[in-house]
């Protein structure tokens, strides 16, 4: 897009869930903007560590997550869940800490409607990514 260094705009106002996900497979607008970011994110931050231990992105079929590890830190993005019916991205430690950072119980979640407007949403969401890698790496 126009203005981002990521080349990834963040569009249309993220529906929940129910608009969201269809009995017919994913629809809705937002959704395959929250999918592109989280790719985008994921292979940056694969980059920055090729040389640390991580693994290819997977798509988990049972909330439809596509998401990474690096370390003991998982990084990825969810179309919504029970929890949060509209898309977010997330880092979940395999041992969370009780720093602040980790505002949804055991990991972080960055909503997907926080990106909207963002001048450059794919350095929004890396950075959160290296932010909760960063969290782990300097707990005790």
């Not at 990834?8 to 009995?23: F, H, K, M, N, Y």
């Not at 019916?85 to 980790?102: I, K, T």
Request: hydrophobic content about 40%; charged content about 20%; glycine content about 10%.
């Amino acid at each position: 897009a126009a203005g981002s260094s990521s080349g990834v705009s963040v569009g249309a106002e993220a529906p929940d869930r129910e608009q969201t996900l269809s009995s017919e497979g994913v629809d809705g607008a937002a959704l395959p903007h929250s999918v592109a970011l989280n790719d985008l994110a994921i292979a940056e931050l694969r980059r920055q560590h090729s040389s640390d231990d991580h693994t290819i992105a997977q798509l988990f079929p049972h909330n439809f997550d596509m998401a990474i590890t690096v370390h003991e830190v998982n990084v990825g993005g969810s179309p919504g869940d029970a929890d949060h019916e509209r898309p977010y991205l997330y880092v979940g430690p395999w041992n969370a800490s009780d720093d602040p950072f980790w505002n949804a119980g055991t990991y972080a979640r960055l909503g997907y409607q926080e990106l909207v407007g963002d001048s450059d949403p794919g350095a929004t969401a890396l950075a959160f990514f290296a932010r909760g890698y960063e969290v782990v790496a300097s707990a005790p």
